[in-house]
């Protein structure tokens, strides 16, 4: 599975850090509070979606069947890559934060950043639930209307909890603070879920049962 | 033990259904997988590697139920080149080795340097900048550098100068004079396979039409030429296909069963399966 990986990030390479650079770029700018937080969060997303087209594009999938590796590993590959861009995002909102209270002379409070990140993770691993189990279905061609959709979803669901923050400071992120184990519970199950049904649907997928 | 045993192999698509058939190839041997575009070639490796999963039927790899868990380990032993680049476009054949280190335990990182030197494929030029010929060549030197066994070859000579193809057949000849190796290679160039193969399978609108060893073939068949009358005049039941022009006839027969007087000339592999096909569209 680290084959996979590897074979992920030099397709994403260059992609990549043009990506963290823009990231950092947003992070930094003064008077685009939330905007780099919004964009390290949608980069987690584009990368692992990005690789599933490109692996579409080359017939990646067809060469990939006929080696050793099991479907298992070859989905459960998408969902690390998934899981790593969104921690590798986490860490640039992290450092992004810290070095723009640096030299802005605003300190970091620390307990609003962690309830933030708390958020994200919780988007961002709902959203690898639903989206995979629909790109395996689909495919990227429709994938990428899904895609748009579910872009448009996390602008307003990220946009809404900054305004939360600014009206109440996050009631919500409280409320997910009281509660971390069940919603990890839920998000871990429904996380295992997808991944058996997307490893259902790329089989189904590969014999060519999807148009 | 045979490299590849095939029984009642059928998969069933929307519009189109393979098999079922029966097919074998034995070790130290070359099996050349001849058909039309869409005869169902390509689906027969993806199925002989359990790519996609089969209707009915039985397939046996290096002595292994392809559909057993014990397959996995098999698949280190069998080499893959597919018809059509498969490798991202970014990636650059240093890169492929690393990523296919990972895939097999016996890869062989310094035969893989080997290849790519023999080939003159350049380690860091992106996959995107390579022509036909190096594409293919890349998929060759992935698919022996793993101590493979056997080898399949989808279309792996289409598309490519003859000079190339003749440089690339030599390879698959090379790996095949081993007798614990064998080689499966589809083609639509006849020509190729007449010189490089033991056994020759015929694929036509996904029925396995014939297999059977190359020579015996040749032998069975004759290219009877004659006039259109004097074709009138021929047993049918003899006749495999024919052509009937404005100046004579020409037509594939039993050669032990042709008539004496007419001249019969042996057939190339390409006359043999052209008027086989051609006799199922009659």
């Not at chain 1, 590897?6 to 992070?27: E, G, H, S």
């Not at chain 2, 058939?21 to 099996?31: A, K």
């Not at chain 2, 340097?113 to 390579?130: I, S, V």
């Not at chain 2, 190359?214 to 052509?243: N, T, W």
Request: include cysteine; aromatic fraction near 8%.
């Amino acid at each position: 599975m680290i084959a996979l990986l590897k074979k992920d990030i030099f397709v994403m390479d260059k992609q990549m850090r043009l990506l963290v650079v823009l990231a950092f770029v947003f992070l930094l700018l003064p008077g685009t509070n939330g905007l780099g937080g919004a964009y390290a969060v949608m980069i987690s997303v584009m990368i692992p979606m990005s690789t599933i087209s490109y692996d579409e594009r080359c017939k990646w999938d067809r060469y990939a069947a006929m080696l050793p590796w099991t479907p298992r590993q070859i989905v459960g590959s998408k969902y690390i890559l998934h899981y790593g861009a969104m921690v590798m995002s986490m860490g640039l909102i992290v450092v992004g934060t810290y070095i723009r209270a640096l030299y802005s002379e605003e300190p970091v409070i620390w307990g609003e950043l962690w309830q933030m990140l708390g958020l994200y993770v919780v988007i961002l691993t709902l959203l690898a639930a639903v989206t995979y189990p629909l790109l395996y279905r689909f495919g990227t061609e429709r994938g990428r209307l899904i895609m748009v959709a579910i872009f448009a979803g996390i602008f307003i669901l990220v946009l809404g909890s900054v305004s939360l923050m600014a009206r109440d400071i996050g009631r919500a992120l409280d409320w997910l603070a009281t509660v971390p184990v069940p919603v990890l519970a839920a998000l871990a199950g429904a996380n295992v879920l997808s991944y058996h049904l997307s490893v259902k649907l790329y089989l189904r997928r590969r014999d060519g049962r999807y148009a | 033990m045979n490299a590849i045993e095939i029984k009642g192999l059928t998969k069933q698509y929307k519009d189109f259904t393979l098999g079922p058939f029966d097919l074998t190839l034995p070790m130290g041997c070359v099996l050349g997988l001849v058909g039309e575009n869409g005869a169902g070639k390509s689906t027969t490796i993806r199925l002989i590697m359990d790519a996609v999963s089969r209707d009915g039927g039985a397939v046996s790899v290096l002595g292994t139920d392809n559909m057993s868990p014990a397959f996995r380990q098999v698949k280190e032993e069998i080499g893959v080149v597919l018809d059509e680049t498969c490798v991202p476009e970014f990636i650059t054949a240093k890169q492929l080795g690393k990523i296919l280190a990972g895939a097999y335990r016996n890869w062989d990182g310094e035969a893989y340097g080997r290849w790519l030197e023999r080939f003159q494929l350049p380690p860091n030029k992106k996959y995107k900048e390579y022509s036909r010929g190096m594409t293919m060549k890349l998929g060759i030197a992935a698919a022996l550098s793993h101590g493979a066994k056997l080898l399949l070859l989808d279309e792996a000579t289409s598309g490519l100068d003859p000079m190339v193809r003749e440089e690339l057949l030599e390879v698959f000849t090379d790996f095949a004079a081993q007798d614990d190796h064998a080689v499966l290679i589809s083609s639509h160039i006849v020509s190729d396979l007449e010189k490089s193969c033991d056994y020759i399978a015929f694929l036509h609108k996904g029925q396995l039409k014939l297999c059977e060893e190359k020579d015996m073939l040749l032998e069975r068949y004759g290219l009877l030429k004659c006039s259109p009358q004097e074709l009138a005049a021929v047993d049918p039941a003899i006749i495999h296909g024919k052509r009937i022009g404005e100046y004579g006839a020409e037509a594939l027969v039993d050669l032990d069963k042709a008539p004496r007087d007419l001249l019969v000339e042996r057939p190339t592999l390409e006359d043999v399966i052209l008027y086989l096909a051609k006799e199922e569209v009659r």
